[in-house]
């Protein structure tokens, strides 16, 4: 291995503070990893880290060394990126990290039409609704709410997406169609466990404001599922709007209690705002920019 290479190891393990982590990130054994990183403190004559059981901290040595090597692995992107600009090809990995709700949309969006455009590009795609680290050694891109946002990552917006009460036509056609929020009490509703009060369903008309108490045979914490128990007919849910445009444009589902205002949030694509992203990263958030508008204009034509 070149010292570069070791260097960008180095760098990448700071960023990790694990060297399990860090040495799954680059694909080689945490034994292999130790070793770069004694032949780097052997090559320059000076411990560059303390390392405990549970933590890693950088000596003064090392202090010194690590903004060089994130330079240096900047600077190979950089050089990585261009050379694939000369082939008009793009290679590499690129890491997304995206909440649970948006785990199925997300792939199923990547693997038809991400994919197929750029079959060099490996898709590392973690659906976890814990706080992920974005940039500095960690995910290259993220898909958060406004409350996962930090002074150090750049945020674009992507998509204010609103809860949808929705239901299949068959369920409508055996149990009838709501005509108001208190009328859900008569009706199986699907709720989520990871709504804040999940048993309340809030909605608003001309500033009344009515809580409704839903009851119904299926609750998940999975959006998915509650969507999948939908299109089967066993009930009324309420979903984000992104996770249902394609069932509502197709037919599949119907949106119920329309001319109601119901929740809405706000999601970001972001990124780290200490480096340079490489040309597979910057065309990854392009396609998921022109995806979530694509949903935001099905939505619009319903």
């Known amino acids: 291995m070149s010292e570069?290479?070791?260097?960008?190891?180095?760098?990448?393990?700071?960023?990790?503070n694990s060297f399990t982590v860090a040495a799954q990130w680059l694909d080689i054994s945490t034994s292999q990893?130790?070793?770069?990183?004694?032949?780097?403190?052997?090559?320059?004559?000076?411990?560059?880290?303390?390392?405990?059981?549970?933590?890693?901290?950088?000596?003064?040595?090392?202090?010194?060394?690590?903004?060089?090597?994130?330079?240096?692995?900047?600077?190979?992107?950089k050089v990585r990126d261009a050379m694939a600009c000369l082939s008009e090809r793009l290679v590499g990995s690129v890491r997304l990290t995206v909440p649970a709700s948006l785990g199925e949309s997300v792939f199923s969006a990547l693997q038809t039409g991400f994919s197929p455009s750029f079959p060099d590009v490996h898709v590392d795609l973690d659906v976890n609704d814990a706080y992920r680290e974005v940039g500095r050694g960690g995910f290259d891109l993220g898909i958060r709410g406004s409350m996962g946002i930090t002074q150090r990552l750049t945020?674009?917006?992507?998509?204010?997406?609103?809860?949808?009460?929705c239901a299949s036509p068959d369920y409508l056609a055996q149990q009838g169609r709501p005509q108001t929020p208190e009328a859900l009490r008569l009706h199986n509703c699907l709720a989520g466990h990871s709504q804040p009060h999940r048993d309340t369903w809030n909605y608003q008309l001309n500033q009344e404001v009515s809580r409704v108490n839903v009851r119904g045979t299926f609750s998940s914490n999975h959006h998915g599922l509650l969507k999948q128990a939908a299109l089967a007919g066993l009930g009324i849910v309420r979903l984000p709007s992104c996770l249902v445009h394609n069932e509502l444009n197709e037919g599949r589902l119907q949106w119920l209690l329309r001319?109601?205002?119901?929740?809405?949030?706000?999601?970001?694509?972001v990124h780290g705002c200490d480096g340079h992203l490489p040309r597979r990263v910057r065309v990854m958030a392009d396609f998921l920019r022109e995806w979530f508008e694509r949903c935001s204009v099905r939505l619009q034509t319903l």
Do not use: C, W
Request: proline fraction near 4%; hydrophobic fraction near 50%.
């Open 4 to 16: 570069m290479e070791d260097l960008a190891a180095f760098a990448m393990l700071i960023e990790a």
């Open 33 to 77: 990893l130790s070793k770069r990183i004694s032949k780097l403190e052997n090559g320059f004559g000076a411990r560059l880290l303390h390392r405990t059981t549970r933590s890693l901290s950088l000596t003064a040595a090392g202090a010194v060394l690590l903004p060089e090597a994130r330079a240096l692995l900047a600077q190979r992107d």
């Open 155 to 165: 945020a674009t917006p992507l998509f204010a997406s609103q809860e949808l009460t």
């Open 259 to 269: 001319d109601y205002q119901t929740p809405v949030s706000s999601l970001f694509l």
